[in-house]
């Protein structure tokens, strides 16, 4: 291999690497204020309670795979028993995989994250409420979900879609409590 199309193919690999790596980077905010504008609801709250939500990584469709291909291998051996079948075990599992390709398993777990209920204590930005449901994505690549502590205060800063509210990565406060204040109330 050429030394060139090798600088070629470690520089798509870096590419590929820093994009994964970039999706869940937040910009840089100068102040609270800037940090605000980008969501629908900024308010202060108490972490109630949090449920996690199933993953779904392609176990359960895998599982059934196997219990399919264990019950046709199963009449297979029956069947060679009885004199009826004379394929080689390995044409029975190349004419079981042409027949019934196995499920793709997603690129990455689906699902995951976590609703959390959490009672509002003051709204600095958006609908007057006392208590919402925020939904979170799960931490890291690709979904840049956040978790919150059970019986914890935090800074709600969350986008809201007709009641639903949701926060990620870039949701979690970059600035102190009375700086969001002082941004949000006009000071």
């Known amino acids: 291999m050429s030394t060139h199309l090798k600088l070629i193919i470690a520089g798509a690999a870096a590419l590929s690497v820093s994009s994964i790596a970039?999706?869940?980077?937040?910009?840089?905010?100068?102040?609270?204020?800037?940090?605000?504008?980008?969501?629908?609801?900024?308010?202060f709250g108490h972490v109630e309670d949090v449920w996690q939500l199933p993953v779904?990584?392609?176990s359960e469709a895998m599982f059934e795979y196997s219990r399919v291909f264990t019950n046709a291998l199963a009449a297979y051996v029956e069947a060679v028993e009885a004199g009826e079948d004379t394929r080689r075990l390995e044409e029975f599992r190349d004419d079981f995989y042409a027949e019934n390709p196995p499920p793709r398993r997603p690129p990455y777990p689906q699902g995951g994250g976590a609703i959390s209920r959490?009672?509002?204590?003051?709204?600095?930005?958006?609908d007057q409420t006392s208590q919402i449901y925020l939904h979170t994505g799960m931490p890291g690549n690709p979904q840049c979900g956040v978790s919150y502590a059970d019986d914890s205060d935090i800074i709600v800063l969350a986008?809201?879609?007709g009641g639903r509210y949701?926060?990620?990565?870039?949701?979690?406060?970059?600035?102190?409590?009375?700086?969001?204040?002082?941004?949000?109330?006009?000071?």
């Open 22 to 43: 970039e999706a869940c980077t937040c910009p840089p905010y100068p102040g609270a204020a800037e940090h605000a504008d980008e969501f629908d609801f900024v308010a």
């Open 56 to 58: 779904e990584d392609g």
């Open 118 to 126: 959490i009672s509002i204590s003051n709204v600095l930005k958006g």
């Open 159 to 161: 986008s809201n879609n």
């Open 166 to 187: 949701g926060a990620w990565k870039c949701s979690l406060p970059r600035f102190s409590r009375e700086e969001y204040e002082a941004a949000l109330s006009g000071e």
